[in-house]
């Protein structure tokens, strides 16, 4: 990581920006896969205890580098509530994705700028507009074509995913207090150390020993776990949203090319059209908050 962060230096901000947001979409194409895969034969949350467990161990290397004064705080009680709704946001979603196909989950993701914006509204009591109003039913319309509830092919699985969306969007109101103070990796850091401690209760309760084939896996889905969040937060510094967000859409591409290899799932119509609406209506929510911040 250390290496390629030095090579993307050399670029303007907007090229590092799509560099990283597209290693984050494609590291989250290959955790669904790797979570849609294992969960044949590991629960839910044995699931995200390894995920989390083998993210902290692939942070170690840049702790060991940087010392332990990287991840002092005076924040801690913000990073444990961080930690316990993200780590709802991972059980919903890694369900979602055991019970989904993976394209359609990372359609709904798209959701998360949109429902963030209603919590900005009816939470912090930050003023709206007629126009992000608009973007946010045009996104709840998008989700509703994905889902498609009452129809043939509604899975309510994807009823999940909404849910780890809501709580997704909270926990990036929850980083906003956290990254004026401490650094990108050290939050990453937090959140899987908390996550881990979350998770431990219900893994003893549902456990099953893997095979060493699904462990392999599962150090896999580690690796991909520290490389989204550290790729996704230095896509996020290196411009504004307006430009790294749209790479962020690869995702979806990503996750039907995956689904369609490894599980013989090609997104239907329905699919591309609904994550094309919600990605639309959160891009316009990125551009009118970017707006409202330069006027």
């Given amino acids: 990581m250390r290496a390629l962060a030095e090579r993307f230096d050399r670029l303007p901000g907007s090229a590092r920006a799509g560099m990283w947001m597209s290693m984050s979409a494609l590291g989250y194409a290959g955790s669904a896969a790797v979570v849609k895969h294992v969960s044949d034969t ?48 991972i059980w919903c979603m890694f369900g979602a994705i055991a019970l989904s196909p993976i394209a359609d989950v990372a359609a709904i993701s798209f959701l998360m700028p949109i429902i963030g914006s209603v919590l900005a509204v009816t939470v912090y009591k930050e003023r709206s507009s007629r126009q992000r109003w608009l973007a946010v039913l045009a996104g709840f319309i998008g989700a509703l074509i994905v889902i498609r509830p009452g129809m043939s092919g509604f899975n309510p699985g994807l009823l999940l995913a909404v849910a780890a969306v809501v709580a997704g969007a909270t926990v990036a109101m929850l980083i906003k207090t956290l990254v004026g103070t401490d650094g990108a990796d050290t939050v990453a850091f937090y959140l899987f150390l908390w996550h881990l401690i979350y998770s431990a209760i219900p893994t003893l309760v549902v456990w099953r020993t ?86």
């Fill in 42 to 89: 590991l629960p839910t949350f044995e699931v995200a205890f390894f995920r989390n467990f083998f993210g902290l161990v692939f942070m170690l290397p840049w702790l060991m580098r940087v010392g332990f004064v990287a991840i002092r705080t005076d924040r801690m009680p913000i990073h444990a509530l961080r930690g316990a709704i993200s780590a709802i946001n």
């Fill in 210 to 295: 893997p095979s060493w084939d699904a462990l392999l896996w599962l150090v896999l889905l580690g690796w991909l776990g520290a490389l989204v969040q550290r790729t996704f937060n230095r896509g996020m510094m290196a411009a504004d949203a307006t430009v790294a967000l749209p790479f962020n859409f690869s995702r979806l591409i990503w996750a039907a090319l995956f689904g369609w290899i490894f599980f013989d799932k090609f997104p239907d119509g329905w699919t591309w059209l609904g994550g094309t609406v919600i990605f639309a209506a959160s891009a316009a929510l990125v551009h009118f908050g970017a707006a409202k911040r330069g006027s």
